[in-house]
């Protein structure tokens, strides 16, 4: 398929050309056509995989082909849930719009809220926005949502897991009318949240799941280290930052004293490191970001802050010197690297803290994860043993449509045990421990 096959206005094409994609991804394949026929779309797609165009493209191309529902408010929302994330969106719709009429802002919390009214006051047709500044901005009555046409939820799942739902469902209402189009888009489609949201606030969507956060992604290496505490981790740090040949580096820390030490650590050791932090006030954080994307650091140490969606093109290793508190986010952390065809490396160091988070997301990816060594570092941790779970012996009675069906002795796992309590159709008379011996027997005379 071709970008031509989508029938775009003339000025996307040239700028499609001049940025020299050659041909649509899968996610642009298939979600471009269901947006611009005008359908709700819920579309999951595995990060650097080209979804911000897969937006910005129908967004721009309604705009051009209808009539404006009002010439006042804005027609497009887009809504992200980083700061940074939005700052990247905008960027790309700046250059699509630069070549039409359409005016295009960017509302973020942290900065000027005065200078912001006045931007609203140009009445923009496109918002890039963070949900929290945003719905700030429409309850002061600084904007309406009547004429939009398109709302964008960029990484839902985040906005959700962030705790934006209240803002989103805010702006959704203001916005609520029969013409409107929503586009949602998250990691992932098994996330109960996004899926009750979805039903809430689009019609008769079509999905669109392109690879989920679970498939592998087949530029990143990705390579797990046990560690025995931190200063383990720093010393296996020091081996990879001058044993690795790289380009630019991304290290992930659990907290942000952590990001501030690390990096002040590296520069002792004249390594070009920078941290960022969500203790920055915005400007700073700009600052940051802009000079690390123009190669003038060669490190950046930070926390989740930037684990979603930077456009990061030179980097070439990802290293986890804490795994992440929540699972998805080491998907979308090591997505930071292998952009749009590149190779990239991540590293994943797991000590006895960050053991739990490992198995999740070894559950998470679905796949059984060794771990490699470096020649000269001892390790004596090993990993923790899962613990033991508790047998028990339960009197069960098994209710169907209200009546006991059965009501025998059965051996269950204490796991288990609770499943059944939570599924509310079985319920539990009585219980007692049982011996290895008594459980093997009753387990013999159940399978007779
Ligand atoms: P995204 O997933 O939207 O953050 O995009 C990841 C990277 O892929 C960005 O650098 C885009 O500019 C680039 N990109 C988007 N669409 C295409 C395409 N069709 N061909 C090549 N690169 C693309």
């Known amino acids: 398929m071709q970008f031509s096959d989508f029938g775009l206005d003339n000025s996307l094409m040239s700028t499609v050309e001049h940025l020299g994609f050659s041909a649509p991804t899968q996610i642009q394949q298939q979600a ?3 947006a611009m026929a005008g359908h709700d779309l ?5 990060t650097g995989s080209g979804k911000t165009l897969a937006f910005i493209l129908p967004a721009i191309q309604r705009l051009t082909k209808n009539r404006a529902l009002s010439k006042r408010d804005p027609r497009v929302v887009i809504l992200t849930p980083t700061r940074e994330l939005a700052k990247q969106v905008f960027s790309q719709l700046r250059l699509f719009t630069a070549n039409t009429q359409f005016k295009a802002v960017l509302i973020l919390g942290g900065e000027n809220f005065n200078d912001q009214v006045k931007v609203l006051e140009k009445e923009p047709e496109f918002i890039v926005a963070t949900p929290g500044r945003l719905a700030d901005h429409l309850k002061q009555g600084h904007f309406y949502l ?3 046409e398109l709302l964008i939820l960029d990484e839902a799942d985040r906005m959700l897991d962030l705790g934006f739902s209240k803002e989103l469902t805010q702006i959704n209402n ?4 029969r013409k409107r189009q929503t586009l949602l888009f998250s990691a992932t489609l098994d996330h109960a949240q996004v899926n009750d949201f979805a039903k809430e606030l689009l019609k008769k969507p079509k999905r669109v799941a392109i690879e989920s956060a679970h498939t592998e992604h087949e530029d990143i290496t990705k390579r797990f280290f046990l560690a025995d505490n931190l200063s383990q981790k720093e010393v296996l740090l020091q081996h990879f930052l001058t044993t690795e040949t790289s380009r630019q580096i991304i290290i992930f820390t659990a907290t942000r004293s952590d990001t501030d030490r690390l990096a002040k650590l590296l520069t002792e050791q004249e390594l070009n490191a920078v ?8 400007s700073q954080r700009n600052q940051i970001m802009d000079s690390f994307a123009k190669g003038q650091h060669k490190i950046l140490v930070t926390t989740d802050l930037a684990s979603r969606g930077l456009d990061l093109i030179n980097v070439s290793h990802v290293i986890n010197f804490d795994m992440p508190k929540h699972t998805e986010e080491f998907v979308h952390r090591i997505g930071r690297t292998g952009r749009a065809g590149t190779k990239g490396d991540a590293i994943s160091l797991v000590g006895p803290n960050d053991w739990l988070s490992f198995k999740n997301v070894e559950a998470f990816l679905q796949q059984k994860i060794s771990f490699a060594k470096v020649d000269g570092i001892k390790v004596k941790f090993k990993g923790l043993k899962p613990k033991k779970e508790k047998v028990v012996k339960a009197k ?3 209710v169907k449509d209200n009546k006991a069906v059965s009501n025998k002795p059965r051996k269950v796992i204490k796991k288990t045990f609770l499943d059944i309590e939570d599924a509310g159709a079985m319920k539990i008379i009585k219980r007692k421990k049982l011996t290895p ?3 093997e027997d009753s387990t013999k005379k159940e399978q007779d």
Request: charged share 15%.
């Open 32 to 34: 471009i056509p269901a």
């Open 42 to 46: 819920i579309a999951s797609s595995k």
């Open 146 to 148: 009547n004429g939009l």
């Open 174 to 177: 203001a916005a609520d009318h």
């Open 275 to 282: 941290a960022l932090s969500g203790e920055l006030n915005q």
């Open 396 to 398: 069960v009675t098994v």
């Open 437 to 439: 011996d008594q459980i």
